[in-house]
């Protein structure tokens, strides 16, 4: 072969490899740290130490792991009558509304789910009986006696909320934020979770606490298009933190941290139940809005700052272009030097 057909070949060679390491760095995952609840305890002293995603294995959750079979559930809170989330797609869209909502009881809505056809979802995320209220497990009869957070994780954060989550296997939740801390419990079947650093928000084309994506970051196909509608979210992709949670698992989830989950199959089920406990620190106390029902109001001090940027928006739009661009861009540098 002449040295430079040779010398072709190696430079086309060199190329594919490139192309190669540069599409695996974009699929790199980088996992959330994990220690066993043994170790942890031996370590720690309480909550307050957790800043960042942290898996927990092992941890002693009470018999929930054990009980919470759909027999068990049927009897104990089978004929409460429940809110139902019903979706003949499995990526469910916050903004896109793509489910509807059924009333049914609880054991009705079991059964459906282990009845479903190919192609319908349900999910269920419990409230409060009375709709100013956080969700408590208490409504939910002795079934909240199974469930029991270790103290250690709770002090000293004061427990906004204790919600059960039951959805069908496959099933993916949209992508938002939470303004408190939250424990994610795996009581039965298996949960995949992608969470993004909150300094990636900027990233992620969200409107109000959720994702004008929903969960479409978790279908395996089609992420070529996504990144054509929402081009910022590549880079954010890149970065993310992921894993898997099996029974017993414990995922700290800190506030302001965007993430979206996945009920993945598991062996003997159809479904996926999980309890979160979100959790207000003591410091931020103050912070938080004494009417926040789902742990997403925003922060006082920043409801008011928003509802400033509103009012400065329209005036901003009666500037022509140039210098409308520039008062823009000039804002948020002051916004970012704050943020920095």
């Known amino acids: 072969m002449e040295r430079s057909g040779w010398l072709v070949l190696t430079a086309s060679a060199g190329s594919l490899i490139l192309v190669f ?3 695996r760095s974009r699929e790199r995952r ?3 740290p994990c220690e066993s609840w043994a170790r942890w305890v031996m370590a720690k002293t309480d909550g307050s130490s957790l800043q960042a995603p942290l898996l927990l294995t092992g941890v002693p959750l009470g018999e929930c792991t054990d009980r919470w079979s759909d027999t068990y559930l049927e009897r104990i809170i089978g004929e409460t009558k429940i809110s139902v989330h019903i979706s003949n797609t499995r990526f469910l869209d916050f903004a896109a509304k793509n489910f509807k909502y059924e009333i049914m009881t609880f054991q009705g809505f079991l059964r459906r789910i282990q009845s479903s056809s190919e192609g319908t979802f349900l999910y269920y995320r419990s409230q409060h ?4 209220k956080a969700s408590s497990l208490d409504t939910l009869g002795s079934i909240a006696d199974d469930f029991v957070m270790p103290r250690l994780l709770l002090d000293p954060f004061r427990v906004h909320s204790t919600v059960l989550r039951v959805a069908s296997t496959g099933l993916c939740m949209w992508l938002h934020y939470d303004v408190c801390d939250n424990f994610l419990c795996c009581i039965r079947g298996r949960k995949r979770v992608v969470l993004f650093h909150p300094n990636d928000i900027d990233r992620l084309y969200v409107s109000g606490s959720s994702s004008a994506m929903g969960s479409r970051l ?7 298009q996504l990144w054509k509608e929402f081009p910022l979210a590549s880079a954010a992709w890149s970065r993310r933190l992921e894993v898997v949670l099996n029974a017993g698992d414990v995922l700290f989830i800190p506030s302001f941290w965007p993430h979206c989950t996945e009920a993945l199959p598991s062996k003997g089920s159809r479904s996926s139940i999980s309890v979160n406990t979100f959790l207000q620190r003591p410091e931020w106390a103050s912070l938080h809005d004494p009417k926040d029902v789902w742990a997403n109001r925003e922060l006082l001090p920043a409801q008011e700052a928003t509802k400033g940027m509103e009012k400065i928006l329209p005036q901003l739009q009666e500037l022509p272009p140039v210098p409308r661009a520039f008062y823009c861009r000039k804002m948020a540098a002051e916004l970012l030097a704050m943020a920095n």
């Open 218 to 224: 978790l279908q395996k196909r089609g992420q070529t």
């Open 30 to 32: 980088h996992r959330v």
């Open 21 to 23: 390491l540069w599409k």
């Open 129 to 132: 009986q009375k709709r100013n």
